[in-house]
């Protein structure tokens, strides 16, 4: 069992970011994922969830209508569009793997992509 | 949102001690607490889930505690590669909310 993100990198603040979580080893279409970030010496942030189908997605405030998840479940990928971003954006980016519900415990975590928002 | 408090923020302690830790939730949650371990640098590791599960191959010197609000984790014989921050999480309720951490440092 296996994820690995990408798409992490420098951008201005304002600017847009695509993070792609890949998965391996497990049937990917039937687990809910999710998103948790880490800013530099800080503690873990839930950033988002979405269900095994995509069909069903949560956000907290702090980065509601900025960010959006989204699956692709024939290519076994997540997806985080991030917009808008601000320097308080900068962070590891986590993708963790879920149960069947997206309320289910996080078992697996991949090893991070790291966002700065910087002029 | 549900508040996760964790206490302490960091504790020092000595290979072979016993280390519990703690975190309060600001509503009942059932038993919805997952705990995970963090080294420098590196991803988080999933613990315990259901407040008192281990998730698979997880050593079972680590074990968890508690319902509603209170809830403890506990190393029993410390030993040198669980020195790490460890964080608790809520996941009763959207928005999914950790605990600030706790730090565990060689005395």
């Known amino acids: 069992v296996q994820l690995v993100e990408s798409g992490g990198g420098l951008v201005r603040p304002g600017g847009s970011l695509r993070l792609t979580c890949s998965a391996s080893?497990?049937?990917?279409?039937?687990?809910?994922l999710h998103w948790v970030r880490q800013a530099p010496g800080k503690g873990l942030e839930y950033v988002s969830s979405i269900s095994s189908n995509g069909g069903s997605t949560n956000y907290p405030d702090s980065v509601k209508g900025r960010i959006t998840i989204f699956r692709d479940n024939s290519k076994n990928t997540l997806y985080l569009q991030m917009s808008s971003l601000r320097p308080e954006d900068t962070a590891v980016y986590y993708c963790v793997r879920g149960g069947d519900d997206t309320l289910d415990p996080f078992d697996i975590w991949g090893q991070g992509t790291t966002v700065t928002v910087s002029s | 949102d549900i508040q996760m408090t964790q206490s302490p923020s960091s504790l020092s302690a000595s290979v072979g001690d016993r280390v519990t830790i703690t975190c309060r939730a600001s509503?009942?949650?059932?038993?919805?607490v997952a705990w995970f371990q963090q080294k420098p640098g590196k991803a988080p590791k999933s613990l315990i889930y259901a407040a008192s599960s281990l998730q698979s191959g997880v050593p079972s010197k680590f074990s968890g505690s508690g319902s509603g609000t209170d809830f403890t984790l506990t190393i029993s014989s410390l030993q040198p590669e669980d020195f790490a921050t460890y964080y608790c999480q809520q996941y009763a309720i959207y928005p999914l909310t950790f605990g600030g951490g706790t730090k565990v440092e060689i005395k």
């Open positions: 080893g497990f049937t990917f279409s039937s687990r809910a």
């Open positions: 509503q009942g949650i059932s038993n919805y």
